[in-house]
């Protein structure tokens, strides 16, 4: 079942040329303003201080206590790290590792909660201020292994946006200001696991993605008023995918993966391209862009069909009418059986690395889906919620566990090291400025070669 067109090989070479500006523009970004950094990639600067060894103590710059419970990635901008946090007055369930093939937490907890927003210097971990956004009762429940501050913040440097995603929107200014906020209704989720997709920016545009089982949508937000500019009903009730703005050659969209459809919209909402991608029963995975082309995966571990695609731009219409996936034009490749469960794929050059929730590493050659080297299992019975990151030609994993597995990118499976933290992490770090960012159960760990400050 794989599709690979031959010619599409060397167009890609093209693609490549015709990228390249764009693409050093964005690693010489020095900051991470949003969900696996800028272009949501997941690939940070290289920069000399960034270690591939630590523990608790060895190369650790700071640490901060977090309270509370949130799985938001830190964001950076400046010498400004933002994280955002729930936090309960009486004890409830805690989230936990593994996998759960079923309900949520059917009941919320009853207790009163606190959504806060926080912000540290990155240089000192010292915190430099706190709001707290909304204050009340939860009235949704949750997934066992989610919290109420599921979703990433965003900025571009002159706001930060705070989605809480069953509660509303947040604008801030960098110093702590409230400018506005928008409220959301909550709506039941499949198996009550909640929301957890992050926005995502464009100039002064915030994206919103809300699927459900009662009236899924996506929208557009004045970044400047937070009014809406547009919002267009999903027929979709069990994705959670963080979307992506494609600046391409062609133009800029919004990629929103679903499980009835795989979608593009344009700036102002209308819908550029679609196809069903026979997604797996739960989409998770989020769309990302290299090598000229988008990469949308899903992969519940139940099912026979976790398909991964690579998307070339200009799409338009039904991507696959008339055609089937194997010969649709717009269609580069598709492997059937290729995409993780909870963690994001990273493609750095050719290489397409997925790594699996339950601890396993495969890699696929990024411009036609061919295997490199099939599926290594990762040591210690390791698994896997964040996504892996990327930066000086080495791939970082951050287990459950709190253990990060250090790879040499290249053509075989090589293990450099193993850096144990020693408690629950499920959020996606970040890396800026020779600085790994690493956000466990209780703390924010920054993690840089000292001896080179």
């Not at 080495?394 to 020693?422: H, M």
Request: glycine fraction near 8%; charge should be negative.
């Amino acid at each position: 079942m794989l599709c690979s067109k031959t010619q599409f090989y060397v167009v890609q070479i093209g693609l490549i040329l015709a990228f390249g500006f764009s693409s050093l523009h964005l690693q010489a970004d020095d900051n991470w303003p949003r969900f696996r950094g800028t272009g949501g990639n997941g690939i940070g600067k290289e920069h000399e201080n960034i270690p591939i060894e630590w523990d608790r103590e060895k190369n650790i710059q700071w640490v901060a206590d977090i309270p509370g419970w949130g799985w938001a990635s830190p964001v950076v901008w400046g010498d400004q790290v933002f994280i955002s946090t729930v936090v309960s007055d009486e004890p409830n369930r805690k989230p936990a590792k593994g996998l759960y093939l079923g309900q949520g937490v059917r009941n919320p907890s009853p207790s009163i909660h606190h959504w806060i927003v926080l912000c540290y210097d990155l240089n000192s971990g010292k915190e430099l201020w706190r709001d707290e956004a909304h204050t009340g009762v939860p009235v949704i429940p949750r997934h066992p292994k989610s919290t109420y501050a599921a979703e990433t913040p965003v900025t571009d440097g002159e706001q930060l946006y705070v989605l809480f995603g069953d509660v509303g929107l947040w604008c801030y200014s960098l110093d702590g200001e409230k400018r506005w906020n928008r409220r959301f209704d909550p709506k039941k989720t499949f198996f009550d696991y909640g929301a957890a997709a992050s926005p995502v920016l464009h100039k002064d545009q915030v994206f919103v993605v809300y699927d459900n089982l009662e009236d899924s949508w996506v929208a557009s937000f004045d970044g400047k008023t937070g009014a809406e500019l547009w919002k267009r009903t999903r027929e979709e009730k069990r994705s959670w995918a963080t979307p992506l703005l494609w600046q391409n050659e062609l133009r800029t969209e919004l990629v929103v993966p679903g499980l009835r459809r795989n979608r593009s919209y344009s700036l102002d909402g209308t819908l550029l391209w679609e196809f069903d991608g026979q997604m797996s029963s739960l989409v998770i995975p989020s769309p990302f862009a290299a090598n000229g082309m988008v990469y949308l995966s899903s992969g519940y571990v139940g099912d026979s069909h976790r398909p991964t695609y690579a998307i070339k731009p200009g799409g338009h219409g039904n991507l696959t009418e008339g055609e089937s996936i194997e010969t649709s034009p717009w269609i580069a490749w598709y492997q059937p059986t290729a995409s993780p469960y909870n963690t994001t794929q990273i493609a750095v050059g050719k290489f397409l690395y997925t790594l699996y929730d339950q601890g396993f590493l495969t890699c696929h050659d990024a411009f036609n889906g061919e295997e490199i080297f099939g599926k290594q299992r990762l040591p210690a019975g390791a698994s896997f919620t964040a996504s892996p990151w990327a930066v000086n030609d080495k791939l970082y994993c951050l287990s459950e566990d709190g253990e990060t597995f250090v790879f040499q990118i290249g053509p075989e499976y090589k293990l450099l090291a193993r850096n144990p933290l020693e408690e629950l992490s499920l959020a996606c770090p970040a890396v800026v400025r020779g600085k790994h960012l690493i956000r466990t159960a209780s703390k924010l760990y920054c993690i840089s070669e000292k001896d080179k400050q």
